[in-house]
């Protein structure tokens, strides 16, 4: 039981959408990852995300609409709905997830990480 200061945590790596372990909790885990540029469109079939914004802002796109995320908000986007990140700037993101979510759900390319590394 140790606190975590996630600033400090960003600090210890460099490479965009590459999510990180920062804690875990009841099959959850606590994710931070830095983000620039688009993403893969992707869905998760069986789970929910959700995306706060520690530093900067990003895009949230949908294939109908974008939903812009500012420092201080999050978003929660529901299994089965097909999105993608995108930010024009560095943007620090925590993610809270089940252990299970695969980063690109049901894509796998080069933006795909299977082992996640823990901070």
Same mark, same amino acid.
């Given at each position: 039981?140790?606190?975590?200061?996630?600033?400090?945590?960003?600090?210890?790596?460099?490479?965009?959408?590459?999510?990180?372990?920062?804690?875990?909790?009841?099959?959850?885990?606590?994710?931070?990852?830095?983000?620039?540029?688009?993403?893969?469109?992707?869905?998760?079939?069986?789970?929910? =995300?959700?995306?706060?914004?520690? &530093?900067?802002?990003?895009?949230?796109?949908?294939?109908?609409?974008?939903? #812009? @995320? !500012?420092? %201080?908000?999050?978003?929660?986007?529901?299994?089965?709905? =097909?999105?993608?990140?995108?930010? &024009?700037?560095?943007?620090?993101?925590?993610?809270?997830?089940?252990?299970? #979510? @695969? !980063?690109? %759900?049901?894509?796998?390319?080069?933006?795909?990480?299977? =082992?996640?590394?823990?901070?």
């Amino acid at each position: 039981m140790e606190k975590i200061n996630v600033a400090e945590k960003f600090t210890l790596f460099n490479d965009y959408w590459s999510p990180q372990i920062a804690g875990e909790l009841n099959g959850q885990q606590v994710k931070l990852v830095k983000f620039k540029g688009p993403f893969t469109w992707h869905h998760h079939e069986n789970e929910d =995300e959700l995306f706060y914004v520690v &530093k900067g802002s990003f895009d949230m796109e949908f294939r109908d609409r974008t939903v #812009t @995320l !500012n420092e %201080g908000e999050f978003i929660v986007v529901p299994r089965g709905i =097909e999105h993608r990140p995108n930010a &024009k700037e560095e943007v620090h993101v925590l993610l809270f997830e089940p252990a299970t #979510t @695969l !980063n690109t %759900g049901n894509v796998e390319n080069d933006f795909t990480k299977k =082992e996640l590394g823990r901070l």
